[in-house]
């Protein structure tokens, strides 16, 4: 929903102290935005100016063009364009103030004559008539010769000031734009003026009423600066569609209640948002309608890499193919980093089908993603997985090299590029910058974490990744403070990180799991996370990973010797986040102790609602069930901006995040960022030319507006699509709302024998309830490398992991029970026992 600008008329008497300036970083200080150009020249920064390589042989001034949008103008106000430009040979360009659209209207047009060196330009001019679309335009086309344009210092000043920026918010009834689960809490939140309890009414699609009640006063919310009240409408539980809401003369827009309303949907296209995303190959259309493309990146002109890359000066002497990997954001950069928690949260939604009960891991099967990999007996959440995996082993510093076992921090352009800009007609070279520890750790913990889940669909791709971890966990072992700079932010994000004990336990964590080797357990155990804190206000990030450790130390079976008070920190954790929800009148799982939101919060919300989810499935309790499902409810529309943060999620759903790839704001012929892409969300911090141009002051829930030039809130992120995908597949798992249905039977399985990769093991079935149960299967997926060769007293059937029991009596009355024995290897890593039975 495109935000909508107040203006407020000035009498012509009034008096400015200063012209006020209408062009956006025209120093270029904070990089490119908003600044755009045509396909044909694009533009990047360099040495402080904005430099673009203009073709040869175009016939027009405006078949190349360099601009910057939504100026504001005033009729009758004089205003003064001043630049300074050169071009690598003479040449005669256009500057031109006009309006963005037809007819192009033109308020100047004047013609420097450009040389090698920078010259400064300076006109004035009367605007004849209002506008908040006008444009400077450079036109540099018509040209027979090649040549470099560059300019620097561009201002627009004088007329009124901007106009002020009031977003539009719409109906003051707040609602989950997308759905409530029919047995799961219903909250709105109602924006008014009132003090007293006010009087709410829902309507289904038909208009008749059908559930009534009061609200309840919440008085002022800090976060918003807005006096709201709550409407709980939980104890309707009819399912259909577009249902609304109305209280003190306003009506929500509309939404469904249903099963588990609209989360399985959701769940596809947050995951195969990736494939979108992946860099190395071509996106076929067939596959994703209206998001095909070029391969990007595999050195084929204009590009320059990934597939043979240097590093910068002075880091090394060798080249590496870096090929693969996902595009990280708004950019075309990769970060181990980041790309580490996002590839670690993928693996994990699927890992957690393995270990929870309310999963359902048909869900995630082949076929389930749209991705070219079906039909390759491997699950598609898995597939995609790998295709990052792949990228961050080939980062990782040869053997015979210094450092080797390391891994590069990131790989990216040279110089920073503009919006729009293809992937695969990216020109700037690309670089590999200094191994990092904190880099090397993130390959050490997602390859020993993909190591075991990939076991029973490639053996040799688990040993390789295996392989990997263990050379990488000893290699920063041996160099543990090898840091990335926060001054390394030329062409792409610096990702520093100077604290890296966080990493090492996540790391020693993942390795224990997967191999049961004490050397990893005796680094878990000695880290100060271990009993520390890891759930904090502001949610885990890529740049704080101790909580990933124990959220798998808690869920996945390991034989720590303290896991009953590892599993209870988590619940602690959760119940801390789940009073943050309760407390707050919008619902959100976010409260950070400085009271402002930073950069990605909307990720950090749902990053807290992983650790609620995860409290759930270790205690089945509703009450943390309830609280993702309010939790959700933020995103997606039920907040101060009335504003669902997920494109295609909602009727005002977020649709121009910072991309250079789906950037249909700058370019019509481009599309929209695909369904399911999340946008960063409010940001106090403000750190891009656009959100300090608007947003000064903001109350933090404020702090956000969907416009691609505002990066610092309203990017994508690989790191922040994988925590939506996580707790969208958590959320569509629970259908009705409700903890599994009770199946009156019960497994017991212990291990009775487990000598040198071979294992004897009984799973003992029983009927605890009050029926006779005919035909008995049991369901459960090992989280190791474990094979049932032989069964007794019933059989077993396995594919991958997962393994499906039937007693030989496949009949048991109430009470009665039977025991079948396995007989299994175990080609490496420890003989946990499965966490979950389906009967």
Same mark, same amino acid.
């Given at each position: ?14 008096a400015h102290?200063?012209?006020?300036? $209408?062009?956006i970083?025209?120093?270029f200080d904070?990089?490119t ?12 920064v ?8 203009i ?12 601009g ?6 005033q009729?009758?106000?004089?205003y003064?364009l001043?630049?300074?430009a050169s071009a ?6 256009r500057?031109?103030?006009?309006l963005?659209?037809p007819?192009?209207t ?6 420097p ?6 010259? +400064?330009?300076?006109?004035t001019?009367?605007?004849a008539?209002d506008t908040?679309?006008?444009q400077?335009?450079f036109q ?7 040549y470099?344009f560059c ?16 977003p ?12 409530y689960?029919?047995?799961g ?9 009132a003090?007293?309890?006010?009087p709410w009414?829902?309507r289904?699609?038909?208009?008749t ?10 008085g ?6 807005q *006096? ?6 939980s $104890? ?6 577009g249902?609304t809401?109305?209280a ?10 249903g ?5 399985? $949907? ?5 995951l ?13 259309d ?5 998001y095909?493309?070029?391969?990007g ?7 320059q890499?990934?597939t043979d #890359?240097p /590093?910068?000066?002075?880091? /090394?002497?060798?080249r590496?193919?870096v090929r693969?990997?996902?595009y ?6 990769k970060?181990? #980093? %980041?790309?580490?928690i996002?590839?670690?949260?993928l ?8 270990v ?8 995630l099967?082949?076929? @389930?993603?749209r991705?070219p ?6 699950p598609? #959440?898995l597939?995609e ?7 961050l ?8 090299q210094p450092?080797?076992g390391m891994v590069?921090?990131k ?6 590029t503009?919006l ?8 700037q ?6 191994p990092?520890?904190a ?9 020993a ?35 990335a700079?926060g ?11 100077? +604290?890296?004990?966080?990493?090492f ?11 049961g ?8 155990t000695?880290?100060k996370?271990?009993t520390a804190?890891v759930f904090?206000p502001?949610g885990?990030?890529?740049?704080f ?8 130390l ?6 720590l010797p ?10 602690d ?7 943050? #929800?309760?407390? *707050?009148?919008y ?8 009271g402002k939101y930073?950069?990605g ?13 995860t ?15 309010s939790?959700m ?10 504003q ?15 991309t250079?790839i ?9 599309p929209?960022?695909p369904?399911? @892409? ?7 911090n403000?750190?891009d030319?656009?959100?300090q141009?608007?947003?000064?002051g903001?109350a933090p829930?404020? /702090?956000?507006?969907?416009?691609? *030039?505002s990066?610092?809130? *309203?990017?994508i992120?690989? %790191? ?13 798992d629970q259908?009705?709302?409700g903890?599994?249905?009770a199946?009156g039977? @019960? ?7 487990n000598?040198?990769?071979?294992f ?6 029983k ?11 049991v369901?459960?997926a090992?989280t190791?490398?474990?094979k ?8 077993a ?20 029970q039977?025991?079948?024995l396995?007989?299994?290897?175990v ?5 946990a ?7």
């Amino acid at each position: 929903m495109a935000a909508a600008l107040l203006v407020v008329p000035l009498s012509a008497s009034v008096a400015h102290a200063d012209p006020a300036e $209408q062009v956006i970083n025209g120093t270029f200080d904070n990089g490119t935005d908003p600044w755009w150009w045509t396909g044909n020249s694009p533009a990047s920064v360099i040495d402080g100016r904005l430099c673009a390589n203009i073709p040869a042989g175009t016939t027009n001034p405006w078949d190349a063009i360099i601009g910057q949008n939504a100026i504001t103008l005033q009729a009758g106000e004089s205003y003064r364009l001043a630049f300074s430009a050169s071009a690598s040979v003479p040449v005669t360009v256009r500057a031109n103030v006009q309006l963005a659209d037809p007819p192009y209207t033109q308020e100047i047009s004047e013609a420097p004559q450009l040389t090698p060196q920078p010259q +400064d330009f300076s006109y004035t001019f009367t605007a004849a008539a209002d506008t908040t679309g006008g444009q400077v335009a450079f036109q540099v086309g018509g040209s027979a010769s090649a040549y470099q344009f560059c300019v620097d210092n561009v201002s627009l000043q004088g007329g009124a000031p901007p106009p002020v920026y009031v977003p539009d918010t719409g109906p003051r009834v707040r609602v989950n734009q997308v759905g409530y689960l029919a047995n799961g809490p219903k909250q709105a939140t109602v924006v008014t003026e009132a003090t007293a309890a006010l009087p709410w009414q829902l309507r289904n699609a038909a208009g008749t009423v059908v559930a009534g009640g009061n609200t309840t006063p919440r008085g002022l919310d800090a976060t918003s600066g807005q *006096n709201v009240q709550t409407a709980d409408f939980s $104890q309707y539980k009819t399912q259909g569609k577009g249902f609304t809401l109305t209280a003190d003369g306003e009506t929500s827009v509309p939404f469904d209640i249903g099963a588990n309303a609209s989360y399985e $949907q959701l769940r596809a296209d947050a995951l195969s948002w990736f494939y979108v995303q992946r860099s190395g190959i071509e996106i076929s259309d067939a596959i994703a309608p209206g998001y095909g493309r070029k391969a990007g990146h595999l050195g084929v002109a204009p590009n320059q890499g990934d597939t043979d #890359v240097p /590093c910068q000066t002075g880091v /090394c002497d060798y080249r590496l193919d870096v090929r693969g990997g996902w595009y990280d954001a708004g950019d075309h950069g990769k970060y181990v #980093v %980041n790309g580490g928690i996002a590839v670690y949260q993928l693996m994990s939604t699927f890992e957690r089908s393995k270990v929870a009960s309310s999963a359902k891991p048909q869900d995630l099967a082949d076929g @389930s993603l749209r991705l070219p990999e079906h039909g390759n007996q491997v699950p598609d #959440v898995l597939d995609e997985a790998r295709w990052e995996l792949e990228f961050l082993l080939r980062m990782q510093v040869p053997a015979g090299q210094p450092l080797a076992g390391m891994v590069h921090h990131k790989v990216h352009d040279q110089n920073w590029t503009g919006l729009p800009l293809d992937p695969a007609a990216d020109p700037q070279p690309r670089e590999l910058h200094p191994p990092s520890t904190a880099a090397t750790l993130n390959l050490a913990a997602t390859a020993a974490q993909g190591a075991r889940l990939f076991a029973p669909y490639d053996k040799a791709f688990a040993a390789r990744l295996l392989a990997a971890s263990k050379t990488a966990y000893a290699a920063a072992v041996a160099h543990p403070a090898v840091y990335a700079l926060g001054s390394d932010s030329n062409g792409g994000g610096a990702y520093d990180d100077s +604290d890296v004990t966080d990493e090492f336990y996540w790391a020693a964590a993942e390795l224990y799991i997967s191999t049961g080797e004490k050397v990893y357990r005796d680094a878990v155990t000695s880290s100060k996370w271990h009993t520390a804190e890891v759930f904090k206000p502001e949610g885990f990030s890529w740049g704080f990973t101790a909580a990933l450790g124990r959220l798998d130390l808690a869920t996945v079976p390991n034989g720590l010797p303290d896991r009953d008070r590892v599993r209870k920190s988590v619940v602690d954790g959760a119940k801390g986040y789940l009073a943050t #929800v309760r407390a *707050n009148p919008y619902g959100i799982a976010y409260a950070p102790g400085s009271g402002k939101y930073e950069w990605g919060s909307n990720s950090a919300v749902l990053n807290n609602l992983v650790v609620i989810a995860t409290a759930y499935d270790l205690t089945g309790s509703a009450d943390f069930r309830d609280g993702v499902a309010s939790g959700m409810d933020y995103l997606l529309g039920r907040n101060a901006l009335n504003q669902s943060y997920v494109t295609g999620y909602g009727e005002r759903a977020s649709q121009n995040q910072h991309t250079r790839i789906f950037a249909h704001q700058l370019n019509a012929s481009l599309p929209h960022p695909p369904a399911g @892409s999340l946008a960063g969300g409010p940001n106090s911090n403000l750190q891009d030319p656009l959100a300090q141009k608007l947003l000064p002051g903001c109350a933090p829930q404020f /702090c956000y507006v969907d416009d691609i *030039n505002s990066y610092s809130t *309203n990017e994508i992120a690989i %790191n922040w699509n994988s925590t939506l995908s996580w707790v969208a597949s958590f959320m569509a798992d629970q259908g009705e709302g409700g903890a599994p249905a009770a199946s009156g039977c @019960s497994v017991q399985y212990s291990t009775v024998l487990n000598l040198g990769g071979f294992f004897i093991a009984q799973a003992t079935i029983k009927n605890t309830g009050r029926q006779t149960l005919n035909d008995v299967r049991v369901r459960f997926a090992y989280t190791g490398t474990q094979k049932v060769e032989l069964a007794v007293n019933g059989t077993a059937k396995q594919t991958a992991a997962d393994v499906e029991l039937a007693p030989r009596d496949s009949r048991l009355k109430p009470g009665e029970q039977t025991t079948i024995l396995l007989v299994g290897t175990v080609p490496w890593g420890p003989n946990a026992g499965p966490a979950t039975f389906r009967c």
